[in-house]
């Protein structure tokens, strides 16, 4: 079957119920957290499985024109779980948000399915005009704790951020993003995943920070390793009794000869 005939099927194929898309948030839950044990417990005290669950009622009403009923929902679901869905967002299949204390997601925010965001995430805009203002999330983007993603930016599929990383422009499939602004840098190649493809060591991410500072304190002390070997700290040129370039407008100074 070429790609047309799939894209075919694809537009063919029915929209799963609000039923079975309940069922995949919360089957989701066992693939991406060690601690759910049963459903009874993950659809009684996983607040991010009761956010996405209403959302998706929410985002209902908001396509039927019942905008005031869909926020007043979504305005309840924030009181009872601190998680801030717009019902204007489109949510993918197999949503998960973990803990999910403090996760805020805008209006124009589109979602791809097996998506994981973390507790703190923020998918906001930068603009006060009408339109969209906030990110595209493809399939199985993992965003990492208290990470920011904002403005009509594109993370495409497979794509990390790290935690408190904030985003701010496009990330192509497969990268991970670090710091502020986010950086792209190279995943590791022996990362854990799960059965859809959804790598959930985020924490083991490259630091380029980190490795930049590492590389200049190694570089300081070859530095001063190689200034100890000179008499009296003296460079090389000046402790022969010459004057160096780099000394010869200020002979009193801490490389003089005393």
């Known amino acids: 079957m ?31 957290d060690p601690a759910a044990r049963n459903r009874f417990e993950v659809l009684t005290t996983y607040p991010g499985v009761h956010a996405i669950m209403l959302h998706r009622v929410a985002h209902k009403l908001w396509r039927r024109g019942w905008r005031y009923l869909a926020r007043l929902l979504a305005f309840m679901v924030r009181l009872t779980t601190n998680i801030d869905i717009h019902p204007g967002a489109q949510i993918g299949r197999r949503f998960f948000i973990d803990h999910g204390a403090g996760v805020v997601i805008g209006e124009t925010a589109i979602v791809g399915d097996d998506c994981t965001l973390y507790h703190g995430v923020t998918l906001g805009g930068t603009s006060w005009n009408k339109g969209r203002r906030h990110p595209q999330l493809g399939n199985g983007v993992l965003v990492g704790a208290g990470a920011k993603v904002l ?65 200049l304190m190694e570089r300081i002390e070859h530095l001063e390793k190689k200034l100890a070997q000179m008499p009296d700290g003296a460079c090389g040129e000046c402790a022969e009794g010459g004057h160096c370039d780099a000394h010869a407008f200020d002979h009193d100074g801490p490389h003089a000869k005393r």
Not at 13 to 29: K, T
Not at 152 to 178: E, F, K, M
Not at 185 to 203: E, F, P, Q, S
């Open 151 to 215: 403005g009509a930016i594109h993370l495409a599929d497979g794509v990390r951020v790290g935690a408190n990383s904030v985003v701010v422009q496009d990330v192509p499939a497969g990268r991970t993003v670090v710091g502020i602004p986010g950086r792209i840098v190279r995943a590791r190649n022996a990362a854990r995943r799960t059965v859809h493809g959804i790598d959930l060591d985020h924490h083991l991410i490259p630091d380029p920070v980190g490795r930049a500072i590492g590389c």
């Open 2 to 32: 070429n790609s047309a005939e799939l894209a075919i099927n694809e537009v063919s194929a029915p929209a799963p119920g609000l039923f079975a898309l309940w069922r995949e948030d919360i089957a989701c839950v066992f693939e991406r």
